[in-house]
Nanobody, 123 residues
Framework: QVQVVESGGGLVQPGGSLRLSCTVS????????VAWLRQAPGKEREFLAA????????NYGDSVKGRFTISRDNARKTVYLQMNSLKVEDTAVYYC????????????????WGQGTQVFVFS
């Protein structure tokens, strides 16, 4: 009933930029809060950014504040993550989660995840 499709990952040099896209299909109640999270090898999954249904409220994890920007285009049913000033430590698999909620620094996940897209930052 709800499908999440990601794209935009790839290879980039330190200091470079990349934009990830997340398209969400829903058969009814076509509104959703969306978050981006990432997971590096051997690490816990880390919250990065969340955006409200109408796009007027955003929240960011400390590690990406000032570098990453989340936005959405509801007509296209797409949420974006613009990543600037990328660092080697940003290398991870990036995931999109639709329909969860953000509260007091914690992302409460839904069951609807994208497949994950690999971002590799190399020197």
């Amino acid at each position: 009933q709800v499908q999440v499709v990601e794209s935009g990952g790839g290879l980039v040099q330190p200091g470079g930029s990349l934009r990830l896209s997340c398209t969400v299909s829903k058969n009814l109640f076509d509104d959703y809060t969306v978050a981006w999270l990432r997971q590096a090898p051997g690490k816990e999954r880390e919250f990065l950014a969340a955006i409200s249904r109408n796009g007027d409220t955003t929240n960011y994890g400390d590690s990406v504040k000032g570098r990453f920007t989340i936005s959405r285009d509801n007509a296209r049913k797409t949420v974006y993550l613009q990543m600037n000033s990328l660092k080697v430590e940003d290398t991870a698999v990036y995931y999109c989660n639709a329909g969860g909620s953000y509260s007091s620094g914690t992302w409460y996940q839904s069951a609807y995840w994208g497949q994950g897209t690999q971002v590799f930052v190399f020197s």
